[in-house]
Structure formats: C-alpha cells, structure tokens
C-alpha cells in the first residue's frame, strides 16, 4: 500500500524542520562535550546536572533541576545520589521548607562545573566561529518567542481541559 503524502508548501516545510534541526544540533553539541568531558571522568550524567545548577543558580530545588534536564523527579534520585556519592553536590535542607531538599555543588563540583564549562567555551567557540553576533542575537530573539508561543499553547491547553471538565 502506498502512502500519500500531502502537499506542504516550502515555509510549512522549513517551519516543520526546524524542530528536528534544533534537535539534531543540541544533540551533536551534547555529544561533543560528553566525548571531551569523558576525559575527566565526567559522564552526560554527571556533567549535565552540574551544567545546569551553574548556569541556573547553586541551591536549586531538585524539581527546578529536573525541569532544566528535561526528566521527571523520580528520575533525577539516582543522578542525585551518584552525584553526592563521588562528592560533588550536596543535598541540603531549604530553609523556607522542611521537606524540600536544595542540590549545591560541593568545591569538587564547582572544579568539575568549570572545566566542563571551559570545554564547552571551546567546543562553542569552534561551532559558532561562522555565525555573527548579530546572528545570534536574531537566533536568541526567534527562540525567545517560540519559547512565549509554546507557554501560551501549554496555558490555553488547561484552561480548554478545565472548560471540558466542567
């Protein structure tokens, strides 16, 4: 049986690319750091959640950190307790809320955090050297409002579930 396949006109199929492209780009700068990383001993499990509580703030809640990293809660325990295992980050007790645990580097994690960083600098550097700042600049300001529209698609998706359940 043969497929049809629609007619997309050219802007539709660029815009439906650019999902996948921005993918395949994340991935390939991931994996370009992992294979650096690996020479420090340093796994996408160890390397990541530091990138993340250093670009967002040491003293992050675990569910900010697992939002940042894209996985559920339950999933981010194991990279905890490997992580505080080999002595680079801490759990510690917020002091707004009892039951709510804060992920801080220990001075182990903070060494590791910045040679990771160092290392991607480099690997962005090399990636970015055809790109202007101007460039950038209109990547960031697309990227903000796709990030606005997907926001605004999320709400309006709740308040039309919560109409249908009434």
Not at 88 to 112: F, H, N, Y
């Amino acid at each position: 049986m043969k497929v049809r396949l629609m007619a997309i006109s050219d802007r539709k199929k660029r815009q439906m690319d650019l999902g996948p492209r921005l993918n395949r780009i994340g991935q390939g700068l991931r994996r370009a750091i992992d294979d650096e990383v690996r020479a420090l001993g340093l796994t996408d499990a160890t390397w990541r959640p530091l990138f993340h509580l250093g670009r967002l703030g040491d003293g992050l809640k675990q569910k900010d950190l697992a939002e940042a990293l894209m996985i559920e809660g339950p999933s981010l325990v194991p990279l905890l307790d490997n992580l505080e295992a080999n002595g680079l980050v801490e759990r510690v007790e917020s002091p707004d809320d009892r039951r709510c645990k804060l992920i801080q580097m220990t001075p182990a994690g903070e060494k590791a955090y910045r040679q990771t960083m160092d290392i991607a600098g480099k690997i962005f550097t090399r990636v970015m050297r055809q790109v202007s700042d101007e460039e950038v600049a209109i990547c960031h300001s697309v990227f903000d409002r796709l990030e606005e529209a997907l926001v605004n698609l999320k709400a309006n998706e709740r308040k039309q579930g919560a109409r249908a359940a009434e």
